[in-house]
């Protein structure tokens, strides 16, 4: 039986269970009524985004919210959800917006939700109850008790309010416990196994469950952290989150007083040098399988709380990922594999794709990602979304409506050379070889001090062309550079914000375009912007496309 059929077939099965009246019954139990253990949680929330919640602002279009705010607003204009919580909200991670507003307003806000959905959600739901969201919300209930716990002078308030919220805590950790974590993996599987930790640290008496969560987290590191620090995921923004859980097990484990097994402790050494392998020199990442460039300031934070310090990585050869480095100029490219199953549903149908800054002006880049919505997450993973090659105009892999891939890149190694004054970076991958039986591959030289990057991209066919196949090299373009053709549309010219200009040459293809294209590499709302792309057709059992962009000046 294929592994998807198994796991559609379990997940089934125990959703039947879990919504019966017995399992809701056999969650019930002796409550606590105080925390023994609270973790401090040290990552920052946006003042405005609390002012948000209370009611106290409103969302400005196009500005992307760590929460949905589509909710509806009581007559106090303060968020109330009668029971349908935006799915984005169920973490409740957004208490830290509330914690960094501070006042009256936000713990009095923060209360009423956390009582508001222990009541709507007292029972199994398929989207509140899934074990990476349920683990989440149970860390933050936890960790920021203090903030939104304290400082009641009503009495009554204060009594109904801890009943809730320790009946409902409690019965969320009996069913992590009870196996819930098992059923995800990738993210979600750390997220859950925090929550459980988390709880067995607070709660008295539920030592098991911090061995049980230890457990499973050193299973999962073998699992999702590879020999080189990246995430099996190959996604910087996912490296970024599972890092963040293990910085916080670390933190939880001092506050209990328990020793942090080394299996995190060497986890955490290797995942913060390559999480800042993907920044470029405005702090951000690149925008890889499924990453946008991210929050400056909490990339920051993450990077010192795991003490990240020395010369910054060239390469993650169990990634598949090179950094090309030359004066100003720096170059990220995937010359890697796509990720197993099931690691893939985020992951990016584009080998070989790169891209390109200098300095702090980004040059070129792949179109991004949206951060809440599944269409164009699903639109933007497509070959023709990077700054790669598609035959046919078709993707490099298969992507199904479950999200996994089918067709996938499976041989894939990017090769590298350095000398004193130049680098030189190959690699190439048989997504399209099940359609046509062709392989394409790449290969980027950069010298000059950096002002001097050229490109070939070959395709070769292993079995007989019956017929011409159509090529596009496609060259996403930031919004902040201005391009257009010369020479009768020979070549193209680009000038970054900081006025420095480049040109863009390239032969074997029978026309150079400049196309429109979208940027979402922040926000919710995509950017207008522009591309290059060569056309041209493989004729033969081999072709060559040769390019080059060259600092002018």
Aim: glycine share 10%; charged share 25%.
């Amino acid at each position: 039986m294929p592994v998807q059929v198994f796991r559609h077939l379990k997940d089934k099965t125990s959703q039947m269970a879990y919504s019966s009246a017995l399992y809701n019954w056999s969650l019930s139990g002796d409550v606590p009524d105080r925390l023994v253990v609270r973790p401090v949680d040290p990552w920052p929330g946006k003042a405005e985004h609390g002012r948000i919640v209370c009611g106290e602002a409103c969302a400005i279009e196009g500005d992307q919210l760590d929460i949905e705010v589509q909710a509806r607003v009581g007559a106090d204009r303060r968020l109330s959800f009668n029971g349908e919580y935006p799915a984005a909200m169920h973490d409740f991670t957004w208490l830290r917006d509330l914690r960094a507003l501070g006042n009256a307003a936000a713990r009095s806000q923060a209360r009423a939700m956390i009582e508001e959905w222990a009541q709507h959600y007292h029972k199994w739901d398929a989207v509140a109850w899934k074990p990476g969201v349920m683990g989440e919300r149970l860390s933050m209930w936890i960790a920021l008790y203090e903030f939104f716990g304290s400082h009641l002078s009503d009495a009554a308030a204060d009594a109904r309010f801890q009943d809730v919220f320790f009946d409902s805590a409690i019965r969320q950790a009996r069913h992590l416990a009870r196996g819930a974590v098992s059923e995800v993996h990738g993210l979600d599987a750390l997220k859950a196994l925090k929550g459980l930790l988390y709880a067995g640290l607070a709660f008295e008496g539920h030592e098991e469950w911090v061995e049980q969560a230890l457990g499973g987290l050193e299973a999962e590191i073998t699992q999702q952290v590879l020999g080189d620090g990246a995430h099996i995921s190959r996604s910087p923004s996912q490296l970024l989150s599972a890092l963040q859980v293990f910085l916080d097990v670390k933190t939880a484990l001092t506050s209990g007083g328990y020793p942090l097994p080394e299996t995190i402790q060497h986890a955490i050494d290797k995942m913060g040098p390559a999480l800042r392998f993907f920044r470029y020199a405005d702090k951000h990442f690149g925008l890889f399988n499924g990453a946008q460039e991210g929050d400056e300031s909490f990339i920051d934070c993450v990077l010192g709380q795991a003490n990240v310090r020395g010369k910054g990585l060239q390469s993650l050869p169990c990634a598949g990922y090179e950094r090309l480095s030359q004066g100003r100029t720096a170059v990220l490219f995937d010359g890697g594999a796509s990720p197993a199953y099931p690691h893939d549903t985020t992951a990016h149908a584009a080998p070989l794709a790169f891209e390109m800054s200098y300095g702090k002006d980004r040059i070129f880049v792949s179109c991004g990602t949206h951060p809440t919505s599944a269409g164009w997450q699903d639109a933007l993973r497509a070959t023709a979304a990077h700054s790669a090659a598609t035959i046919d105009h078709r993707n490099a892999c298969e992507i199904r409506e479950d999200g996994h891939f089918a067709r996938k890149v499976k041989h894939a190694i990017p090769v590298r050379e350095d000398s004193k004054d130049a680098i030189l970076v190959e690699s190439s991958h048989d997504g399209y070889v099940p359609l046509n039986g062709i392989t394409h591959g790449r290969r980027l030289f950069l010298s000059n001090k950096g002002h001097d990057l050229r490109g070939e991209d070959s395709f070769r066919s292993q079995i007989p062309l019956t017929e011409p196949k159509e090529i596009v090299i496609r060259f996403h373009i930031h919004p902040r550079v201005n391009v257009s053709l010369v020479k009768d549309g020979q070549e193209a010219l680009l000038r970054l914000s900081s006025g420095i200009g480049w040109r863009f040459k390239q032969t074997g293809g029978y026309v150079l375009a400049l196309e429109d294209s979208i940027y979402l590499g922040s926000g919710i709302r995509p950017r207008k912007t522009k591309q290059l792309a060569i056309y041209g057709q493989i004729t033969d059992n081999e072709c060559k496309f040769k390019w080059a962009m060259q600092h002018e000046g």
